[in-house]
Structure formats: C-alpha cells, structure tokens
C-alpha cells in the first residue's frame, strides 16, 4: 500500500488553502492529526522524511493548531521551547501537558475515567463513547508508551479489555472501520493482542484498502469512493484520510 497518499492529502488538499487552515475546522483537525501521526511515526522509527518535516514546517503557520505546536516541535527538534499556555481542560492539553513534564498525571486520568463509566452505567456505549474511550486511553498512555494506569490495576485493566472487545463485536457488525482501528490500535496497547489483530485486518483487507493508498472509514463501498473520488467533499476525503493515519499507526504498532 502507497502511504504518500497522506501526505498528498495534507499538500494537495489542506495546505494549498492557506486562509482556509486558520478557519475551518476540519483543516486544523487535519494538521493536528498530521502532527501526531509523526509523532508517532518518529517514536518508532527514530526518524521523519524530508517530505513530511517540509509539511510540518508549513503547518506550523496555522494559528489554530494551539498546543499541538509543542508536538510539532518534537517532531522537528526533539524538544520544545515554548512555555505551555492555560487552554480550557482537554484531554488533549492533558496529554501533551504530560508530555513536557516527562510523567503522567494519574490522578487527572482517573477522573477523566470515572467519569466516563458513570455515563455509559446510564447511557451505554454509543460511537460517541467509544471514541471517548479510544482517546482516553491513547492520550493517557501517550499512545501506548506509559500504562501506568493499567498496570497497576489488574482489574480495571480486565474490564478495560472486556468493555474493548464488546465496542469491537459492536463496531465490526455495523462496519464502521475507522473506529474498529481505534479499537484495534487500544488492544494493543492494553493487551499487547498483535495475532488477533492482524488476523481481523487480513479477513477485511480488500473490503476497506484502495488501491489509490486510502483506507475505507466505514461500509463496503470502496467501489463507489475509488469511482468518484475526484467529485468527494473534503469532509468526505478528510473521512478517508482519518482512517488511512489510523490504518498506518496501527501497522506500525504491529510491526513494533
């Protein structure tokens, strides 16, 4: 599979719109996403290409990327040297406040965790809340690097499991990849489950893998996204381009 296409995307669909970025939501998710999707790439292979430290370097002229600029840096630089500004409490901040202290916030995560099972003790898990429970767990681990959280709890590491395997049945049946991925990439980090998963992505490869180097978001329409793609909305493209950074990060982490 050619992985330019993320890069293609960013260039070609993101960046070339300059007073766009600043502006529309899904363009700065777009970068901000980028940004971790080589953060990621540089943790396990030591090293970014000279195409996507040129892609970061244009990116770092949005405004609006706020605090993932820090990561941003630790792309380029290995360190950063700008002082973290207060932001309205987010995971994300959380995440990257870690980050620069070298250490997790524990009793944060906590928090952030007992209140999510409150919710689906009365709501049940919803595709809203299986994100939540995908984010949490890659920003409280820093993506699987510091589980601290798990290890020190057997039970909340089994029940974490048990509620992972249920959304995957769940999200599997209504063929909603881009989640499954997420789902995917959280088993690894919680259970280290490397043979299941790659099981499950070689059952579905030709189902969601285009020949034109992105990855399928949900359903088994591929035929009609590969026919059309030139005629695709960018928040369409921007669907294909989530799930094709997700469908490499999980490779990597099997590889890895």
């Known amino acids: 599979m050619n992985f330019n296409w993320i890069d293609d ?3 070609n669909e993101v960046l070339t719109y300059d007073s766009e970025i ?9 970068c901000c996403e980028y940004i971790l999707y080589c953060y990621q790439l ?8 000279k195409q996507k430290k040129k892609i970061l370097k244009k990116i770092a002229n949005c405004n609006q990327i706020i ?24 995971i994300e901040f959380f995440y990257v406040l870690d980050l620069m202290q070298g250490k997790s916030n524990i009793k944060f995560w906590n928090s952030v965790l007992s209140i999510f099972f409150r919710r689906i003790s009365k709501n049940g898990i919803t595709e809203i809340e299986a994100y939540n429970l995908t984010h949490y767990i890659f ?14 709890n057997i039970d909340l590491k089994n029940f974490l499991l048990s509620l992972i395997n249920l959304c995957i049945m769940k ?9 499954c991925f997420e789902l995917y990439i959280c088993l690894l980090i919680v259970d280290s489950q490397y043979d299941i998963i790659s099981k499950k ?6 189902t969601f893998v285009s020949n034109q180097g992105w990855v399928l978001s949900n359903g088994n329409n591929k035929s009609y996204f590969e026919k059309n793609y030139h005629n695709l909305t960018f928040k369409q493209k921007y669907s294909l381009f989530h799930t094709t950074l997700l469908f490499e990060l999980l ?5 890895n």
């Open 171 to 179: 999200f599997e049946y209504e063929k909603n990849w881009d989640l």
């Open 251 to 255: 490779n990597v982490k099997i590889k």
């Open 201 to 206: 992505i070689n059952a579905n490869l030709l």
């Open 67 to 90: 605090y993932c600029k820090h990561i941003l840096e630790l792309c380029l630089f290995d360190k950063t040297n700008k002082p973290l500004e207060k932001y309205p409490d987010s």
């Open 139 to 152: 920003y409280s681990t820093n993506f699987g690097e510091k589980c601290e959280i798990f290890e020190l």
């Open 9 to 11: 995307f960013i260039t």
């Open 22 to 30: 600043n502006e529309n939501e899904l363009y700065v998710k777009s």
């Open 42 to 49: 540089k943790k396990h292979e030591n090293i970014l290409s």
